[in-house]
């Protein structure tokens, strides 16, 4: 995505954002000169990931900083706004995105009480939290308002035979930005969900191997003829996060999917 200003000086914050669709966003944010405080795990396996991402951004115009924290965790979301604002020496808080996430597939019959409880603590208690620390910074801040964007699925609108655990944690990220949108717009605080499609991430990698029958099935179901990027998904955030191009847009869904939605009969 070319550099063109469009999120000049804003300040955002993002959730799980060195892997997959979190850190294309988080590229494409610095790309458009916003400073992006991204949150991630700190795990051993990650460290390639970070390392990575920030000698990609550090080409960028947008700064990057980065805090560990697990988005279970309550204090998490408001330690990252907190850190945002005293990193980039500013009083504002333009951007949140919501976008950490985990998804194990498993048979209905076979998913244990402690997956279930991950996946919704991780993928809906994580994202409740993290809005609502950024909500209150954009609700008592000067002027007010902001752009929040909680990243949900395509799985929020269908069903899955192994995704009984995770596609109801997606539908409630969708209906908290509604209700956000809902609560909020009294401050100027917009909120959106992006629903993607199948999208190649680390998550999926080795069910979309190039040559798979799964890959083929997929290409065959979606009308544009491939699977996601996870780059795919950044240009509607940039799109959401925008003041300029999405002012008057608030409790709206974006699917990013290909066609694959409308042509699941």
């Known amino acids: 995505m070319p550099a063109t200003n469009l999120l000049l000086n804003r300040t955002a914050i993002i959730t799980g954002g060195t892997t997959g669709i979190g850190r294309a966003i988080t590229l494409a944010f610095l790309a458009q000169g916003c400073n992006v405080a991204v949150n991630h795990l700190n795990l051993p396996s990650d460290t390639d990931h970070l390392t990575s991402l920030l000698s990609e951004a550090s080409s ?4 990057i900083a980065h805090l560990p924290g697990d988005v279970r965790d309550p204090t998490t979301g408001p330690a990252l706004v907190q850190f945002a604002l005293e990193t980039f020496h500013t009083s504002r808080l333009d951007i949140c995105v919501s976008n ?4 194990t597939f498993t048979p209905f019959l076979d998913i244990t009480r402690d997956l279930f409880d991950k996946t919704v603590r ?7 939290y993290l809005v609502q620390a950024a909500a209150r910074q954009m609700a008592t801040q000067e002027p007010k308002g902001g752009s929040i964007i909680g990243i949900s699925s395509i799985s929020a609108l269908v069903g899955g035979a192994e995704q009984a655990h995770y596609t109801p944690t997606k539908a409630g990220v969708l209906s908290l930005m509604q209700s956000a949108a809902c609560a909020l717009g009294k401050y100027n605080i917009r909120a959106n969900a992006i629903l993607p499609g199948t999208v190649r991430t680390q998550l999926n990698e080795g069910d979309l191997r190039e040559g798979g ?9 979606i009308p544009l003829g491939r699977v996601g990027e996870p780059g795919d998904v950044a240009g509607p955030a940039v799109f959401l996060a925008c003041e300029e191009l999405s002012g ?4 709206a869904q974006v699917l990013v999917d290909g066609g694959l939605f409308v042509n699941l009969q």
């Open 60 to 63: 960028l115009p947008g700064k």
């Open 213 to 221: 029958d799964k890959l083929r099935y997929m290409e065959g179901r």
């Open 248 to 251: 008057y847009v608030t409790g």
């Open 122 to 128: 991780t993928n809906l208690d994580g994202a409740f």
């Open 100 to 103: 950490a996430g985990v998804c």
